[in-house]
């Protein structure tokens, strides 16, 4: 199976204090990967890498076999990688369907393939941002992001401070994520 990604050997700094040591992983097209660790060993730090807000020390991070390690942010996303980042990052005064529009392009994706993946924020999507439970927020911002259409899609945290059901329906829409093409 083809690399999307490869992370070699990265090295990462916040000040004096190194984040990452010799961190290695491979990413598939087609595939979900999953990056597990207790809390503080360097997970966001590792995404926040790969999309370019944060400096590698040493290492190489490749994307579709392009080096983009020195690359600013801007670029690995117009390269189309895309971070979910934990903390629910929509905009709370705006509509559901507000949110998906400011993130909507003239692609693929459209806002009613949005509400086909996602059935409960057609549901709501007269709904303020705010308005939403925890679950619904982390799934209205799976949704805008999929609507810029990354080839990378990096998830932090998906499930943080979700109760188990919630946490249910945002890992079943991250395998249906998984097997969009």
């Known amino acids: 199976m083809t690399a999307m990604l490869t992370v070699q050997n990265v ?3 916040y000040g004096a204090a190194q984040a990452l040591r010799s961190v290695s992983l491979s990413a598939s097209i087609g595939r979900v ?10 997970k966001t730090s590792l995404l926040r890498a790969i999309c370019g807000l944060q400096p590698v020390a040493a290492g190489s991070i490749t994307l579709e076999g392009t080096e983009i390690s020195k690359m600013p942010a801007y670029e690995r996303a117009r390269r ?11 905009f709370p005064l705006l509509t559901v369907k507000e949110n998906l529009t400011v993130c909507a392009r ?10 086909e993946l996602f059935p409960r924020l057609a549901e709501r999507q007269g709904n ?9 927020q982390q ?3 799976m949704a805008m992001v999929l609507l810029v259409e990354p080839s990378l899609l990096l998830l ?9 059901r919630m946490q249910g329906d945002v890992f079943a829409t991250v395998q249906k994520i998984g097997k969009l093409d």
């Open 156 to 164: 932090d945290e998906p499930s943080l401070g979700l109760s188990p």
């Open 11 to 13: 090295d990462l700094y």
């Open 80 to 90: 189309g990688v895309a971070i979910v980042p934990q903390g629910r990052e929509i």
């Open 128 to 136: 303020l941002g705010f308005q939403l439970s925890g679950g619904e």
């Open 106 to 115: 003239a692609g693929r994706w459209r806002l009613d393939d949005a509400f």
């Open 33 to 42: 990967t999953c990056l597990l660790g207790r809390n503080g060993v360097g």
């Open 139 to 141: 799934i209205l911002e």
